[in-house]
């Protein structure tokens, strides 16, 4: 299996763009998180979906981030505008029905300017 | 919420020397998760506790539930370079999702 894919790996933007980060999970995985990391913050859940639907979004900062599923194999979380204070490592992760481990892609890695 | 708190925030040991990392939450846990996350990586699950008191080992690793379920450790004896990274604990939140304590950077000097 070819674990959680992520992309991109890398991005940097200038303040006021539009950033999309997209997150493949495992097939046959029910649950699908987001997690930002940052130095000072550590990680923290962003938004959770189980089988596509959003079942918590109360990580999310502010109304200029959005994450949707539109599918079992797809998930995206945008950024618009971005600022500065969002440069941090995404991760997405999943996570089988019946098992509490998570397993992480290898982040997207973002520099706002 | 539930909070995980992580101490020491940092540790510096020599090659051989042992290790241990704690942590401690604000309420008691159905169970508690440790990861391990290299540097430039993402985090690896490491096992899974939940127990009332459980102890299991992985090699040289061996990780403990506290009888309340509320602190959990995770200690390594004669650590090597290997070993280098950053240890997390998870507990999970009042749905499906994990919130993680902000982690033990462990750095091994040959």
């Known amino acids: 299996d070819a674990g959680v894919i992520q992309s991109p790996r890398h991005e940097v933007t200038e303040m006021g763009q539009e950033v999309t980060l997209r997150c493949k999970p495992i097939s046959g995985h029910d649950y699908l998180f987001w997690y930002r990391q940052t130095m000072m913050r550590g990680l923290e859940l962003l938004i959770y979906f189980n089988n596509n639907v959003p079942i918590d979004d109360s990580g999310m900062p502010e109304d200029r981030f959005s994450a949707k599923m539109p599918n079992a194999s797809f998930s995206t979380l945008k950024i618009q505008p971005s600022e500065p204070r969002d440069s941090a490592v995404y991760f997405c992760?999943?996570?089988?029905?019946?098992?509490?481990?998570?397993?992480f892609g290898e982040g997207s890695r973002l520099t706002v300017l | 919420g539930q909070q995980v708190m992580q101490i020491p925030q940092y540790q510096h040991v020599q090659e051989g020397e042992d290790f241990t990392t704690y942590c401690n939450s604000s309420?008691?846990?159905?169970?508690i998760q440790w990861y391990k996350q290299r540097p430039g990586g993402h985090p690896v699950f490491l096992i899974q506790?939940?127990?009332?008191?459980e102890v299991k080992k992985q090699k040289r690793l061996t990780f403990q539930f506290g009888e309340a379920k509320k602190n959990s450790s995770l200690h390594i004896t004669a650590t090597q370079t290997t070993d280098v990274g950053t240890y997390f604990c998870?507990?999970?939140?009042?749905?499906?999702?994990?919130?993680f304590g902000k982690g033990t950077s462990l750095l091994v000097t040959p």
């Open positions: 309420t008691t846990l159905s169970n």
């Open positions: 506790l939940v127990k009332s008191g």
């Open positions: 998870a507990g999970p939140n009042s749905g499906y999702a994990l919130n």
């Open positions: 992760a999943s996570r089988p029905l019946g098992t509490g481990e998570l397993f």
